[in-house]
């Protein structure tokens, strides 16, 4: 385990919204084992058959276990002062594309009014709090021509989600300046990729699709197999998100205008290697699980953008941030994953302390090039 992360955050109370979700759930377990306080909010667990929530028995784990919704504004403020907290990391959203379709208004009540309430939360905190407000790739204006996106491009997006994710970075900067420029609530917001790993059962995601298709031995179902996206592994954007809020912290410590310069967007994508294809991901889970997968492509299907790529050369210069696991290392983790925990039921919490542990031990040899 990384020492100066473990530094920072050990006896650290750290408040993360959507604690009970895929991300939020290996958040929540990697700084519990480095002796982070956690205080959880989110809404309740939807799957508590098999969510990753329940199988890192993160209720145990953390001190305070709250179950609400982030549009509350009361309680979320009340469970934000009980906290006290040190860092927040904001993870609670309505995360799907094609839902959005669906429920436009509930995306943005939770996505843009619920970053509203927890920067509304902070204006009397009365103590400096590292807050991270996690959004994502789709929030650019993305004109499907293949150019990496660099955080200084303009927000956008064609579907209620990536729209609402380009609303909340725009509210992030208006109260950093408005409300928090000389207090000590010092806000970053992070953009990741196309994120996979064990534990995620969410509806509507390819790889949990293809992993409940091939458990059921049926044809996975693909719907734009020519679609790129930028894959990374969940703990590539964690490690980012920490080393992030660790940067800010430390140089709170030494100059309070130094932390504020970081105080800014930043993309937390994989290697240019990783921007494959739907199709090629596809194919390499099928290299270690025998199946077959079918085209569904639709001219019905709901816009979604054809070509997502990140530039994280801002991560690297000012954070010393670089992706850890390439394509195949992280659909071959994630694969392994579902297999010893879901068919050879291997406990879960293992197996996740030995997938951070083998991340830490290729995160000391990483180079990126």
Not at 317 to 343: G, H, Q, R
Request: charged share 20%.
């Amino acid at each position: 385990m990384s020492v100066r992360l473990k530094d920072t955050f050990e006896g650290k109370s750290v408040f993360i919204t959507g604690h009970t979700g895929f991300k939020g759930a290996w958040l929540s377990f990697w700084l519990s084992e480095m002796g982070a306080e956690i205080f959880g909010f989110s809404l309740g667990d939807t799957m508590p058959d098999k969510s990753l929530y329940a199988s890192l028995s993160i209720s145990n784990r953390i001190k305070n276990d709250y179950f609400g919704d982030i549009r509350d504004f009361d309680s979320l403020k009340k469970e934000i002062n009980l906290a006290k907290p040190d860092f927040i990391f904001h993870l609670a959203a309505q995360p799907l594309v094609r839902h959005s379709y669906n429920f436009p208004t509930q995306t943005y009540s939770t996505n843009v009014t619920g970053t509203i309430n927890l920067l509304e939360a902070l204006r009397d905190l009365g103590r400096q709090c590292v807050v991270i407000v996690v959004t994502t790739d789709k929030c650019y204006e993305n004109m499907d021509d293949g150019r990496s996106f660099i955080e200084t491009d303009a927000l956008g997006g064609h579907d209620p989600y990536s729209s609402s994710k380009a609303c909340a970075e725009i509210v992030v900067s208006s109260w950093r300046n408005s409300f928090f420029y000389s207090s000590g609530i010092l806000v970053a917001s992070a953009r990741a990729g196309n994120v996979i790993g064990g534990g995620d059962w969410s509806a509507d995601r390819i790889v949990p699709d293809a992993v409940r298709s091939l458990i059921q031995e049926l044809p996975i179902e693909v719907r734009n197999p020519k679609y790129v996206r930028p894959w990374q592994h969940v703990l590539d954007p964690l490690n980012g998100y920490l080393q992030l809020a660790h940067m800010i912290f430390q140089q709170a410590t030494i100059n309070l205008e130094g932390a504020r310069s970081l105080c800014t967007a930043f993309n937390f994508g994989p290697k240019e290697s990783s921007n494959q294809t739907v199709e090629v991901l596809v194919n390499e889970i099928l290299s270690t699980w025998n199946g077959k997968w079918v085209d569904k492509s639709s001219v019905s299907e709901v816009h979604e953008a054809s070509l997502l790529n990140l530039d994280i050369t801002k991560a690297s210069d000012l954070l010393n941030w670089y992706p850890v696991w390439e394509f195949k290392n992280a659909v071959l983790e994630t694969i392994n994953w579902y297999k010893m925990v879901c068919s050879e039921n291997k406990n879960a919490e293992e197996y996740a302390r030995l997938s951070i542990s083998k991340f830490e031990d290729a995160k000391k040899n990483n180079k990126f090039s």
